[in-house]
């Protein structure tokens, strides 16, 4: 195109030395794999220093920096402060420990950039619903199901929700909102479900005193009895009960819900199952929990994690469901800039479903990746006897507590939770709690190990919730001795001179 | 602990040879800037064969398969058919383009594999709490704002929404739900706004039915005496209108809406402005459009992408609050076992807010990473430079298709977005929507251009939506050039021999 004034030169965010780049990418790799490979060797956590901590609180960078300099500031002010999740004696919250491969994956659906949200033959969309259809294989979900890779669990649990809702209401939910119900919709759970679940339940309009915490029994699961006094009375009351919650595995203490009593009780009661498997739905692998997860395949919609117990790094959840024309329903909406499904040819000629009409992403990365690279690098097989062997190694813990008499176990151990405290002669309740607390804060900062605290039935505990594939009984014996030396240097302290 | 069985090996994810993973991984990263750095040189998209797409629907591994081989597979049948949004003819509906640094950024925080969700004195909060820091500067939002990075702009919208009707609402949402309300919740976009929106509004329980769609005027804005008499209307009718949505560019013809009018309303009615700026927010670095958003600065919430208009690889989007406590407030909640705020020492000591307190996500990844070393990499300038020169290609491209008598430019043309049609004398309506459609589909299979297509004012046009760092005015060149070559042969293949 002739002009009067010459066009502008066009620059591009490529790397203008691209060699430099690449000599910079090696290094990341090496320091990346000697991290990980030397991960034992450094303290479960370091608290980052007041004047690492002002590194980032820079003003806009203006101009570009060097991409050597920026990862010298990455190796000085970053790497060496993690939250810790990858050490082998880190058992806080829920954590996920990730693999070399995975992460390697990482970098190359990062590079492809495929955004996974629909279009069709591309491969993206395929990887994913082939990972998809080996979870419904690994959690006794039909082939018929549909599914749809997450964030994470609270993600997949909103997802699960909101399809119950939608579809039991026994009206157009998503044009007419909740205002177009005539009774209140309730549902329930037990007290121990996780608070992603009220999350969920406030963002879906319902308001969480439609969610009704059930009593638990003496192993922390939902008391049946009491489950179904309350949507009879309910009813009674002429609300709408919708859905159920079961937990397999809870927060606290690991705890697995009679999942085929609530399958019994949800088919008479006409409402939904939801289960909340974040990282318990994968004891379905190991032979020595496998029975305590009967009837989650019967679940209406099942929600877990991948970063969690099948050890992929963040961020990776799924939702199944078990109709897949429910779950389409409750989310897919097609305006005219997204119109597909015709012809065969060309981007939007194909008859897969596109992933977008399943949640509530339309850009979607392509997460599918890591899951396929692992589930093909390590085999159902090997998953298995690594959860399994979580599970053994949480016993070993429980025994080696049970086995101490500075400690206390404060849970039953049904599955990868330990929950436990260091007890002091003569200290009232108070104290104890006030002491354990202490003892988790030194655990961090010595960087000895990371398990978290809680509360079970009013008393603060240490927990320990394993989801890592590297730690060894060693680890263990080592937590064990450490929080007895350290609450007996601190029970010292605070005891009367 | 002496045992009368032996106990059993313990074994690892780790790698069993780290030595051949890290050649590997080598091998990896160089393939992957190779095919970066050669983009230009492949189609911009192929049709996945069929014969490929068989592969991914294998049985469920049970036991290992070398990571060699695996990776062989991925070379063979993943990476030649991606979605193709990398390429430099890829302008179909939004899409991003990525960088090499920002891929090998995701290998860092996948290794790293960091949960940011909360927890302190670790670096990630605090990378995190960096780049939002640098986003409310250059976004033009106070420093007392808060923010949250989020999977992309659907779930920043529905975290914006989820706020304004929480906060609107006069009553408390998150305990009594929708059905709290005294009169229905209103809310106000656009004809033109992004579904996302939509999808919020249902998931939030509030009912499509809501949201009132408003029409736009020739620019494609929203009309805004046909707004304030809907608004006024709906006040009538004993309805609480609450929130408006403005569009920082609309998909569909990148459209702005008059931001500044839309706040002096919402300011004179006592309504929440959210601002949907999924890409068309980052037009504030360009000289050339900054004043068009003028006002954006004025939202109580601001949602926006970075992987498409700041060329980020996926995932990554952010929304901004204007009052921190009211984004806190909607979304905080803290069980037993996130206590958290405690004295200074350890994990759960720290006094900066957790980010699993602004969202529905508790797992979350490191998505900060890539930004700021993306940031830092370019420096705002050259981003700056970078977006107003897509805003002038796709201005060379209308000029282009001004210049063509076969073409016809399909709306006008105010940011990133250019929507025309190939014109065939004696063609009804419907054989040009059908002859366009062919068009869009030759240049996907042909491997020429990645447009999309969409509906304006009832016509099928093809649609430029440009996002794309590595576009050159001669792409556009072959774009038109195409269009017109594809045009002819198919019109001469429709018309009466």
């Not at 203008?16 to 490979?37: F, I, T």
């Not at 806080?92 to 495929?114: D, I, K, P, Q, R």
């Not at 992603?196 to 009895?225: H, T």
């Not at 599970?391 to 176990?409: C, F, H, M, N, T």
Request: with cysteine.
């Amino acid at each position: 195109m002739a002009s009067k004034n010459p066009l502008p030169a066009e620059e591009t965010l490529d790397p203008q030395n691209w060699e430099s780049l690449r000599a910079l990418g090696h290094r990341m790799l090496d320091d990346m794999l000697d991290y990980l490979k030397t991960v034992r060797e450094r303290p479960a956590w370091r608290h980052i220093p007041e004047q690492v901590k002002a590194q980032f609180n820079q003003p806009l960078p203006l101009d570009p920096q060097p991409p050597e300099e920026i990862y010298q500031e990455f190796l000085e002010n970053v790497l060496p402060y993690p939250v810790g999740n990858i050490h082998p004696r880190f058992w806080g919250w829920v954590f996920g420990t990730g693999t070399a491969l995975a992460a390697f994956a990482e970098l190359l659906a990062a590079s492809m950039n495929t955004n996974a949200g629909g279009l069709d033959h591309h491969s993206a969309v395929h990887v994913e619903k082939q990972v998809i259809d080996w979870f419904k294989q690994m959690l006794g979900f039909p082939a018929s199901a549909s599914g749809l890779l997450t964030s994470g669990c609270s993600a997949a649990n909103l997802i699960g929700l909101a399809v119950a809702r939608d579809i039991k209401a026994g009206f157009d939910v998503r044009r007419d909102g909740i205002p177009g119900a005539s009774r209140k919709m309730m549902l329930y759970a037990s007290q121990e479900i996780h608070s992603s679940v009220q999350k969920a339940v406030e963002l879906l309009g319902l308001g969480s005193d439609a969610l009704r915490y059930v009593p638990v029994n003496d192993d922390f699961q939902i008391d049946l009895q009491a489950l179904k006094a309350t949507i009879t009375q309910d009813r009674q009351d002429g609300h709408l009960p919708f859905c159920v919650v079961g937990a397999a595995g809870t927060t606290n203490t690991g705890a697995i819900d009679d999942l085929n009593a609530l399958a019994d009780i949800c088919q008479r009661e006409n409402v939904w199952l939801h289960v909340d498997g974040a990282f318990g739905a994968w004891g379905v692998l190991a032979p020595g929990v496998r029975s305590q997860l009967a009837g989650m395949e019967r679940a209406d919609s099942l929600a877990f994690d991948l970063h969690k117990w099948m050890y992929m790094p963040y961020e990776i959840g799924c939702v199944l469901v078990r109709h897949e024309e429910e779950h389409r329903k409750a989310f897919s909406l097609t305006p005219a800039y997204l119109t597909h499904g015709e012809g065969g040819r060309g981007m939007t000629g194909g008859d897969l479903p596109w992933f977008c009409d399943y949640g509530f992403q339309l850009s979607r990365g392509f997460r599918a990746l890591k899951a396929w690279m692992s589930l093909k690098e390590h085999g159902s097989r090997r998953y298995a006897r690594l959860i399994q062997q979580n599970i053994d190694q949480v016993r070993y813990l429980a025994g080696l507590i049970d086995a101490s008499p500075q400690l206390e176990l404060s849970a039953p151990v049904t599955l990868n939770v330990v929950c436990f405290r260091y007890l002091e002669p003569g200290l009232d309740e108070g104290g104890l709690d006030a002491l354990n607390k202490q003892i988790l804060t030194e655990l961090h900062e010595q960087g000895i190990a990371v398990p978290s605290g809680t509360i079970i039935r009013g008393k603060y505990v240490l927990r320990v919730a394993h989801t890592n594939h590297r730690s060894r009984r060693d680890d263990f014996d080592i937590l064990v001795r450490e929080v007895i030396r350290i609450g007996k240097e601190l029970a010292l302290a605070i005891e009367p001179a």
